[in-house]
Nanobody
Framework: VQLQASGGGLVQAGGSLRLSCAAS????????MGWYRQPPGKVRELVAD???????NYADSVKGRFSISRDSAKNTVYLQMNTLKPEDTAVYYC?????????????????WGQGTQVTVSS
């Protein structure tokens, strides 16, 4: 599986951005997809994930502001980010794992997209 992320950029605090991640290759093995982020000087952390059945999971820090969705016909997952804060500044990575949520959420998956930079100015 190959993942191609896009949609990052520079935005002022309070603004919005939408990230996209398109999957290709052995897409039939995909059941869960998600987004991680790595702020400057910090470890990578899970932001949100979504299963093929539409079940979602969010980090507490983004609940109520971010929304993850997927378009199965396009093999694409989206991360709508609203009310952005400077602390949301990070490189954002999409990820998946054919072994499911537990592996994806452990951060040990081998399937990562390239990062996309999100910078929120105050």
């Amino acid at each position: 599986v190959q993942l191609q992320a896009s949609g990052g950029g520079l935005v002022q605090a309070g603004g919005s951005l939408r990230l996209s991640c398109a999957a290709s290759g052995n897409i039939f093995s995909i059941n869960v997809m998600g987004w991680y982020r790595q702020p400057p000087g910090k470890v990578r952390e899970l932001v949100a994930d979504i299963t093929s059945g539409g079940g979602t999971n969010y980090a507490d820090s983004v609940k109520g502001r971010f929304s993850i969705s997927r378009d199965s016909a396009k093999n694409t997952v989206y991360l709508q980010m609203n009310t952005l804060k400077p602390e949301d500044t990070a490189v954002y990575y999409c990820a998946t794992d054919p072994r499911g949520c537990i592996v994806l959420r452990s951060g040990t998956t081998d399937y990562w997209g390239q990062g996309t930079q999100v910078t929120v100015s105050s």
